[in-house]
């Protein structure tokens, strides 16, 4: 029964990350669906804060009304900002080539946690381990780097920072909201989508490492 459920459970993963994809590729493609995307994953991602947070702070009112607020202003300013630079070829390419790192991050972590398991990473998050965090950044550093070298022709050491500090950024959101649903006690955010969870199961690595490799990617170069 348990066998059933983890192959179930694998082929509805596996058919949502191929619909993710092909949205992926419509966002890379198309402007107006990337602004209608952003739009609906906002509002869910902030619905699936709101049921967290009433749970972990039912009794506070306003420490809840204030961390709402805030994550509000997070999300707004996070699709804002990247509606807007997707406006501009050159700098939409870049931030889908770091948006495919954070993705790479995260499927390395898996291939690589699963693969080679080891010692726990962090008790806040039992299913993480050293050897996914390594796989993380290998992935990361992987995609990134061919990337970059496929456009340009070129390979610079300093994309190496890049990646890495793209990937910590993911692992360390990802550690986030892991923490979050411990504090919590859901397993999900959500069940939305089959086989992964919840938006925030799915963009909570993204809302920090988008930013942080977008940002070290203009200090350095």
């Given at each position: 029964m348990v066998q059933y459920k983890m192959i179930l459970n694998l082929k509805h993963r596996i058919i949502t990350?191929?619909?993710?994809?092909?949205?992926?590729?419509?966002?890379?493609?198309?402007?107006?669906?990337?602004?209608?995307?952003l739009i609906v994953l906002g509002m869910f991602a902030i619905l699936e804060?709101?049921?967290?947070?009433?749970?972990?702070?039912?009794?506070?009112?306003?420490?809840?009304?204030?961390?709402?607020?805030?994550?509000?202003?997070?999300?707004?300013?996070?699709?804002?900002?990247?509606?807007?630079?997707?406006?501009?070829?050159?700098?939409?390419?870049?931030?889908?080539?770091?948006?495919?790192?954070?993705?790479?991050?995260?499927?390395?972590?898996f291939i690589f946690g699963k693969i080679f398991k080891g010692p726990k990473l962090t008790k806040i998050s039992p299913n993480k381990t050293v050897s996914g965090a390594i796989g993380s950044i290998t992935f990361s550093l992987?995609?990134?780097?061919t990337s970059i070298f496929y456009l340009t022709k070129t390979f610079d050491l300093n994309i190496l920072i890049v990646g890495i500090v793209t990937s910590l950024g993911c692992q360390f959101g990802d550690l986030f909201f892991s923490f979050l649903k411990r504090k919590s006690s859901l397993k999900d955010t959500g069940n939305l989508l089959p086989g992964h969870g919840g938006i925030l199961d799915r963009i909570d690595g993204l809302l920090l490492g988008v930013p942080l490799g977008y940002i070290i990617l203009l200090l350095i170069f």
């Open positions: 990350s191929t619909i993710l994809l092909f949205l992926f590729i419509l966002m890379l493609i198309n402007n107006y669906i990337l602004i209608y995307s804060f709101f049921k967290i947070n009433q749970i972990i702070l039912k009794k506070k009112r306003f420490k809840q009304l204030f961390t709402n607020i805030i994550f509000i202003i997070y999300i707004f300013s996070f699709c804002s900002f990247f509606i807007i630079f997707s406006f501009f070829f050159h700098i939409k390419i870049i931030l889908f080539i770091i948006l495919l790192t954070c993705i790479a991050s995260d499927i390395g972590g992987i995609i990134l780097s």
